[in-house]
T-cell receptor, first 117, second 113 residues
């Protein structure tokens, strides 16, 4: 079974600074998808960024970028120029690309990101 | 305006009662999912459906049931067999199976009194 580990229960960063959230995962599959979701106090899960494992290029979305290290099974999220609205729980998630297993996301336990004004 | 709606936002249940959580989407997505979130935890998969009239158990299906009679709707019933049902429940959908991004509804908070 796949597992996703987020080793930082809480992170704090000054507004306008850069912060990196860590995620590692365990899978025997070679093809899969990785995601970062944001959950603000409203509890709505919002997609931040997505990475296909077969793509070597790291995904970017404006101020958000990932460092995907397939061999190390690491998928960290970098937030540049942090803003107050970035404060939220951030979840790393894994999804298989097929193969007969359950078609759902496997989530880490989350990192609570605090933005200091 | 396309999206996923869940109702009610808050639900209170007495022990021994079954309750049904609603999930509707107008995104024309084929696949739909139910997740449970407990305090300090990530989401865990309860059930999923990739096409109408078909659904599969996820990691924590015991005490739950679902139906998928229409493409737009995927209701979740929390039965009295679920020993600890108090949690936040999130519904999601994706255009297709496995490869597509899942998008989430706003969630339902269920509390057992």
């Amino acid at each position: 079974a796949q597992t996703v580990t987020q080793s930082q229960p809480e992170m704090s960063v000054q507004e306008a600074e850069t912060v990196t959230l860590s995620c590692t995962y365990d899978t025997s599959e070679s093809d899969y998808y990785l995601f970062w979701y944001k959950q603000p106090p409203s509890r709505q899960m919002i997609l931040v960024i997505r990475q296909e494992a077969y793509k070597q290029q790291n995904a970017t979305e404006n101020r958000f970028s990932v460092n995907f290290q397939k061999a190390a099974k690491s998928f960290s999220l970098k937030i540049s120029d942090s803003q107050l609205g970035d404060a939220a729980m951030y979840f790393c998630a894994y999804r298989p690309s097929g193969g007969g297993g359950a078609d759902g996301l496997t989530f880490g336990k989350g990192t609570h990101l605090i933005i200091q004004p | 305006d396309g999206g996923i709606t869940q109702s009610p936002k808050y639900l209170f249940r007495k022990e021994g009662q079954n309750v049904t959580l609603s999930c509707e989407q107008n995104l024309n997505h084929d696949a739909m999912y139910w997740y449970r979130q407990d305090p300090g935890q990530g989401l865990r998969l309860i059930y999923y459906s990739q096409i109408v009239n078909d659904f599969q158990k996820g990691d924590i299906a015991e005490g739950y049931s679902v139906s998928r009679e229409k493409k737009e709707s995927f209701p979740l019933t929390v039965t009295s067999a679920q020993k600890n049902p108090t949690a936040f429940y999130l519904c999601a959908s994706s255009k297709g199976r496995y490869t597509d991004t899942q998008y989430f509804g706003p969630g339902t908070r269920l509390t057992v009194l």
